[in-house]
């Protein structure tokens, strides 16, 4: 199985300020057939369902502030928040779906200092 | 829109058995693999299962492997996890989970509380 290891468990950031969560497969999910990083973020908020933010590492979901930008490949990523909004506290998952069974990272909960 | 709305969740024994649907709108629910992801209380996200769009191929986390099935009625739009010989740690919240063209997870129901206590 591939382990997701995200760091910090926990981030406070001021608003406006930068947001940076990191997130190491233990084996590369960049596939050679199409150079792509089978690497998602998502985000969790009380009481709602997960919402994917980025997908193949760096793309940003339709809809997602511009602000949210995914970096990184073969086994490091980062998900980086440029400007820290009070609607972004939330609990940030990253994801990989290179292969069953497709495992998440332990979480990092963002909140405002 | 696409919704996934979750239902079937409650309180069950250890040993018994609960069946979650998914009811799928809003897009062609045949063409997609779909996907039962849970989160324990106070833990993280942890994938369940998948199945693809026509049933014919299923795949399960190992520590639910040989107790809990997934299955779909593509005529209703729904998708189904039949849980058995429910354990403790089975409680969690279960969410469906639609496999979007590139293989992440795109669109996610509500969720269901399945509580596994006596």
């Known amino acids: 199985d591939i382990v997701m290891t995200q760091s910090p468990d926990s981030l406070a950031v001021s608003l406006g300020e930068r947001a940076t969560i990191n997130c190491k497969s233990s084996q590369s999910v960049l596939h050679s057939s199409n150079n792509k990083n089978y690497l998602a973020w998502y985000q969790l908020k009380p009481g709602q369902p997960p919402k994917v933010l980025i997908y193949w590492a760096s793309t940003r979901e339709s809809g997602v502030p511009d602000r949210f930008r995914g970096s990184g490949s073969g086994t490091d990523f980062t998900l980086t928040i440029s400007s820290l909004q009070a609607e972004d506290v939330a609990v940030y998952y990253c994801q990989q779906y290179y292969s069953t069974p497709y495992t998440f990272g332990q979480g990092t909960k963002l909140e405002i200092k | 829109e696409v919704q996934l709305v979750e239902s079937g969740g409650g309180l069950v024994q250890p040993g018994g058995s609960l069946r979650l649907s998914c009811a799928a709108s809003g897009f062609t629910f045949s063409n997609y693999w779909m996907h039962w992801v849970r989160q324990a209380p106070g833990k993280g996200l942890v994938w369940v299962s998948h199945i693809n769009n026509d049933g014919s191929a299923t795949n399960y986390a190992d520590s639910v492997k040989g107790r809990f099935t997934i299955s779909r009625d593509n005529a209703k739009n729904t998708l189904y996890l039949q849980m058995n010989s429910l354990r403790a740690e089975d409680t969690a919240v279960y969410y469906c989970?639609?496999?979007?063209?590139?293989?992440?997870?795109?669109?996610w129901g509500q969720g269901t509380l399945v509580t596994v206590s006596s």
């Open positions: 989970a639609r496999r979007g063209d590139g293989g992440f997870f795109d669109y």
